[in-house]
């Protein structure tokens, strides 16, 4: 069975543009939930999307979006690049969104020029 | 009162040896605590989880301990082997969804 697959792996973009990362969940699971990952602030909860709809946001400002298409497959996106948003982007899929196992992708690194 | 407080930040332990990581929370309402293994380049795993209506999970070498009145709860590694080294994260969820608080996150290195 494959895992969680993320893309693209590395990126590089510079302040102001936007990035869009992609997360394919494991097949049959319908819930996925994005996370950042710093040095700094270690592992922190972006959002999670559950059956193509947002069911919890942590405490990013709006520049973070995301959503989730009918194939559970999710996008998430940052616009208007800041330095600070340079960070590993993991999604992790579960079945579904009762604290059933989490399984995180490798992530995609992002770096802001 | 969302935080998780984990320490030590890094742990240096012989082969054979017991790793012990220990989390504190402050929201009551956490009522998920898992404990997730990370290698360098690799996503977290989660390796245990445990929740409150319990006072400890053992798993092979890895136990979880919980203590709900004092909200705090730790990871034990038994016979801790090189390959164990890794950056281990305590976290809590509570209510619907799974949204995940963690820890900084703990540095572990097992010398053999």
């Known amino acids: 069975k494959a895992g969680v697959t993320q893309t693209p792996r590395y990126l590089i973009k510079t302040r102001g543009q936007q990035v869009t990362l992609s997360c394919s969940p494991i097949?049959?699971?319908?819930?996925v939930s994005w996370y950042q990952q710093t040095p700094g602030q270690g592992l922190q909860f972006l959002f999670e999307?559950?059956?193509?709809?947002?069911?919890n946001k942590g405490n990013f400002p709006g520049r973070f979006s995301g959503r989730q298409f009918s194939n559970s497959r999710s996008e998430m996106n940052v616009s208007t690049l800041e330095l600070g948003d340079s960070a590993l982007y993991l999604c992790a899929s579960s079945l579904g969104t009762g604290y059933g196992e989490l399984f995180f992708g490798e992530g995609s690194r992002l770096t802001v020029l | 009162q969302q935080q998780v407080k984990q320490s030590p930040q890094s742990l240096i332990v012989q082969k054979g040896g017991i790793s012990i990581i220990n989390c504190a929370y402050e929201?009551?309402?956490?009522?998920?605590f898992p404990w997730y293994q990370q290698f360098p380049g690799k996503g977290p795993a989660l390796l245990i989880a445990?929740?409150?209506?319990?006072s400890e999970k053992k798993e092979g070498r890895f136990t979880i301990s919980f203590n709900k009145s004092a909200k705090q709860f730790s990871l034990h590694i038994m016979d801790s082997q090189p390959g164990d080294s890794a950056t281990y994260f305590c976290a809590a969820g509570g209510g619907s969804g799974n949204k995940l608080v963690f820890g900084a996150g703990t540095i572990l290195r097992v010398k053999s």
């Open positions: 445990i929740r409150p209506d319990v």
């Open positions: 999307y559950f059956s193509e709809t947002q069911r």
């Open positions: 929201n009551t309402a956490f009522d998920y």
């Open positions: 097949s049959g699971h319908r819930s």
